[in-house]
T-cell receptor, first 115, second 115 residues
Framework: DQQVKQNSPSLSVQEGRISILNCDYT??????FLWYKKYPAEGPTFLIS?????DKNEDGRFTVFLNKSAKHLSLHIVPSQPGDSAVYFC??????????????FGTGTRLKVLA | NAGVMQNPRHLVRRRGQEARLRCSPM?????VYWYRQLPEEGLKFMVY????????ESGMPKERFSAEFPKEGPSILRIQQVVRGDSAAYFC?????????????FGAGSRLTVL
């Protein structure tokens, strides 16, 4: 049962335009969300996060939006650059009764920014 | 300030052999997570450990797989009697002890190939 879904396996965008990557989740108890970028043969690197008490978080060219009622989040990259070409994973976590957090990842979206 | 160190980066095993993957967390981090990425798939949670304690192993296959994080030394993911389906990239991530959710820092991964 996939609790975190990225329904678009790939996305192509022209350089300078906006890239929008989407992520849906099913567990309403998730309260913290993260986006990671992954290049081939490397580990995922953290991009940006958002807590469930917010609906938007911005860091430079990256903005994450959270719609809790729709259980949907999106990552906007503006302007897109060729170096942004990578696989993007969203992840969600909830606080267990033990006080610890487990992070569930989506299947990823491969972004290709065309020069 | 080294990041999360995983070794070996590449491991080749024949069916029936054992594979041991090691992970040294970032300095100051005491939580370790293991994820598996099968070809063309996302990151699947396997296990979450603190030193000398398994917090959550709900993603671990019931047989042949085990993980530990001893008081001294790296965390080890052990796969006994490997089969071809175990071929994957195994990523370790670490996080510090702080209350609330936090960011995972990933290693570069260990790529296991079973012949």
């Amino acid at each position: 049962d996939q609790q975190v879904k990225q329904n678009s396996p790939s996305l192509s965008v022209q350089e300078g335009r906006i890239s929008i990557l989407n992520c849906d989740y099913t567990n309403s108890m998730f309260d913290y969300f993260l986006w990671y970028k992954k290049y081939p043969a490397e580990g995922p690197t953290f991009l940006i996060s958002i807590s469930s008490i917010k609906d938007k978080n911005e860091d430079g060219r990256f903005t994450v939006f959270l719609n809790k009622s729709a259980k949907h989040l999106s990552l906007h990259i503006v302007p897109s650059q060729p170096g942004d070409s990578a696989v993007y994973f969203c992840a969600a976590s909830e606080r267990a009764t033990s006080g610890t957090y487990k992070y569930i990842f989506g299947t990823g979206t491969r972004l290709k920014v065309l020069a | 300030n080294a990041g999360v160190m995983q070794n070996p980066r590449h491991l080749v095993r024949r069916r029936g052999q054992e594979a041991r993957l090691r992970c040294s967390p970032m300095k100051g981090h005491s939580h370790v997570y293991w994820y598996r990425q099968l070809p063309e798939e996302g990151l699947k949670f396997m296990v979450y450990l603190q030193k000398e304690n398994i917090i959550d192993e709900s993603g671990m296959p019931k047989e042949r797989f085990s993980a530990e994080f001893p008081k001294e030394g790296p965390s080890i993911l052990r796969i006994q009697q490997v089969v071809r389906g175990d071929s994957a990239a195994y990523f370790c991530a670490s996080s510090p002890i702080i209350s609330g959710a936090n960011v995972l820092t990933f290693g570069a991964g260990s790529r296991l190939t079973v012949l």
